[in-house]
């Protein structure tokens, strides 16, 4: 079979065709490419006609015959005996703007077959498969169309492999039956991989990096993947404890696209915005109400138990406490304040039984949402309303419209929701990350979006770029934040974890990771620490990307540090660009981002539990102007374990082209921020 004949032809964006005359059976293959001819894709029928595929980058074979199809319930499956019968294809580019964003312009350039497929003998029943090729990746989807015979289908399984060509270095966290995402990241070789979540991410030998996920999630259930040697293949969350079916669905319908991001190195993984391109435009409208910003809250004191969200002496969520909250956001120049444990459905056992008490627009006595919100609106704050369901979705669908009718009432522009839950299972026994709990997902954001509330949403089904379609989606959890520092038995998120997850969970999209903790070593906890220093608690503002960010320890620990604090005050989080300075998995990253219509650059570098010299080369600045480069940086007996808060803060002229050199300790970081000198 001839190796990608055609990808010069589509790299100049001329259409391929079928020869005229050509029958079914003459047409067995079909060949693709991105537009600079950099990523090429081989797609053909096996001798029995079951469709497969084949990718290179660069000339180099990177993806091994990967067979695709799909597994049906009753109906037969449309797996193999397949003809070629039609391939249309197009090229695309343009430019659209992001209403918030890591980077405010993105390209969409690719170029696309579309391959109708149909089976032999009498059912003759029809298969599309659509492949992009983008210079920063590849992404196909199923596309079932509306035809005779077959109207609702029920989805066993996908066939969908990705054959890697290596036992290559991956990095993964465990999918243990669609349950929870909030595990540290294993890092094994390819062929020790079992059932994991992705994005997962991959290195060979050469150091070419791969990272497979998925994008358009909707109406269909989540894909795992599950190893099998050097091979991968999709694995579908069931809908149901009780059912092995995974989708359910009626024709016309199509898949999520499975999307595969090839980098010569990982550091560009970070900036392909491949996901974002894959998914609808923006359905809302106008979303000029969908503010980035920063926020406090009434959250860690209740990690380390200072407070309690239930109530009692220790309730946390009260009038006099959220006044304080509201009182030091408006000092120091935040949006909104957190607010959780306000509603009732606390009391009780709720983590293990269920949410079902849960009612959210009814206050505790203590706890007066009237004045509060006035008082918040009149210091120039909102409040983040807070929607734990305890995995009790059925609850929580049921007072949707009055729970957000609720927020809009009270100025609350922005909502947390929460699906806590002991097991792997939402409490009527759907999978947490199955086809029912993705369909609510979308009714939450819908109605939030009808009464512009923004959703920060934690653990909740994984981001595939549906920020674009719905841009009040603003932020999610869906890793393991913070929080763990102060109460997990393992001691919390080792070093290594947010030198990991820019490589890793933050590929698919924004993270609320709730960084800002300034009084690491937790006296309340004494089990527990934070294992960064506290110029990495500042670094990690740049280097983990939400719109929305925290800041998440107690005003009172900020007191102590007023000086360190300043940056945290300072730093943007809605951006004009990112730029990826250096990096290697799980050992260390700098990120630079410019602010959002601005000149001023904001910049985070961290590194693992080694300390190490870093060189900031600031070549990124604009030539024409002058920076003044405020620098957060370890101090020299600085360590996360013995000495975190150990910090020097230096100030200094510089301009394009400079370099900024620190000793990162163990554990440890150092933020900058350069603001642009008048001119």
């Given amino acids: 079979m001839n190796n990608f004949p055609l990808s010069s032809l589509l790299a100049a964006g001329i259409a391929m065709a079928l020869s005229a005359g050509a029958t079914a059976d003459e047409i067995s293959k079909t060949n693709l490419a991105s537009p600079s001819g950099k990523i090429a894709v081989d797609f053909y029928l096996t001798d029995k006609g079951q469709p497969a595929y084949r990718a290179s980058f660069a000339g180099k074979p990177v993806i091994g015959e990967s067979l695709l199809g799909l597994d049906f319930k009753s109906a037969s499956d449309m797996l193999d005996d397949f003809s070629i019968v039609d391939v249309k294809t ?14 405010h312009y993105i390209r969409d350039h690719f170029n696309e077959a579309v391959i109708a497929l149909e089976e032999k003998g009498p059912a003759t029943r029809k298969l599309n498969l659509i492949f992009r090729a983008y210079d920063d990746g590849l992404a196909f989807r199923y596309q079932v169309p509306q035809q005779q015979g077959l109207d609702k289908v029920e989805i066993m399984q996908e066939a969908t492999e990705f054959n890697l060509l290596g036992n290559h270095s991956s990095w993964w966290t465990p999918a243990l039956a669609g349950e929870k995402y909030e595990y540290l990241t294993e890092n094994t070789p390819l062929d020790q991989v079992k059932l994991v979540h992705t994005p997962f991410t991959m290195k060979d030998k050469s150091g070419l990096a791969i990272a497979i996920h998925e994008a358009a999630l909707k109406d269909y259930a989540t894909m795992n993947l599950a190893g099998n040697g050097t091979g991968l293949k999709a694995a579908l969350v069931p809908i149901h404890k009780d059912s092995p079916v995974k989708v359910e669905t009626s024709t016309p319908f199509a898949s999520p696209w499975r999307t595969v991001q090839i980098a010569e190195k990982e550091t560009d993984l970070i900036t392909s915005y491949l996901t974002l391109n894959l998914n609808e435009p923006n359905q809302l409208g106008d979303a000029s109400w969908i503010k980035p910003g920063k926020y406090v809250g009434i959250w860690w004191e209740l990690h380390l138990e200072k407070g309690t969200w239930n109530q009692g002496p220790k309730h946390a969520a009260t009038t006099e406490n959220t006044k304080k909250y509201i009182d030091f956001a408006a000092a120091n120049g935040f949006d ?4 959780e444990g306000w509603n009732w459905g606390w009391d009780g056992e709720w983590f293990n039984h269920g949410g079902a008490a849960f009612n ?8 007066d949402v009237d004045t509060l919100s006035k008082y918040a609106a009149d210091k120039g704050v909102y409040i983040i309303g ?24 009270h100025g609350m522009k922005a909502v947390k929701t929460g699906y806590v839950e002991s097991g792997e299972l939402l409490t009527n026994g759907n999978y947490h990350h199955g086809q029912k709990f993705v369909q609510h997902a979308e009714k939450v954001t819908k109605v939030a979006a009808a009464h512009k509330v923004m959703v920060v949403a934690h653990e909740t089904v994984k981001d595939t770029g549906e920020r674009r379609t719905y ?6 959890e869906v890793a393991r934040g913070q929080e763990y520092d102060a109460w997990a038995k393992d001691g919390g998120n080792p070093p290594d974890h947010t030198t990991i997850i820019p490589f890793t969970r933050l590929l698919a999209g924004p993270m609320d990771f709730t960084p800002g903790t300034f009084d690491i070593s937790l006296p309340s906890r ?5 294992n960064t220093t506290l110029a990495k608690q500042l670094a990690l503002y740049v280097v983990i990307y939400s719109p929305v960010q925290m800041a998440s320890d107690l005003p009172e620990n900020y007191a102590k540090y007023p000086d360190a604090f300043q940056f945290i005050k300072d730093v943007a989080t809605d951006w004009e660009t990112t730029k990826v300075l250096s990096g290697e998995i799980g050992e260390h990253i700098a990120i630079a981002r410019q602010q959002r219509d601005s000149e001023n650059w904001f910049v985070g570098a961290i590194t693992d539990e080694k300390a190490r010299d870093i060189a900031v080369n600031l070549d990124f600045l604009n030539k024409d102007l002058s920076y003044t480069a405020t620098i957060y940086r370890d101090g020299d007996k600085a360590d996360y374990r013995r000495n975190p808060e150990d910090y020097v803060i230096e100030t200094r002229k ?6 900024v050199r620190a000793q990162l300790a163990a554990g440890g970081g150092m933020a900058i921020s350069l603001l642009a000198d008048p001119h």
């Fill in 90 to 103: 197009r090229s695309a580019d343009s430019t659209w703007e992001q209403p918030w964003g890591e980077e």
């Fill in 526 to 530: 004494p089990d527990n620490q934070v």
């Fill in 386 to 409: 807070h929607h734990e369901t305890g995995a009790e979705t059925d609850n929580y669908e049921r007072q949707l419209e009055d729970a957000y009718d609720f927020l809009q009432k």
């Fill in 336 to 339: 909104g304040v957190l607010v």
């Fill in 471 to 476: 841009p009040n989606l603003i932020s999610r």
């Fill in 360 to 367: 959210f627009t009814k206050p505790y006595p203590d706890y």
């Fill in 654 to 659: 510089v301009k394009a082209g400079d370099k």
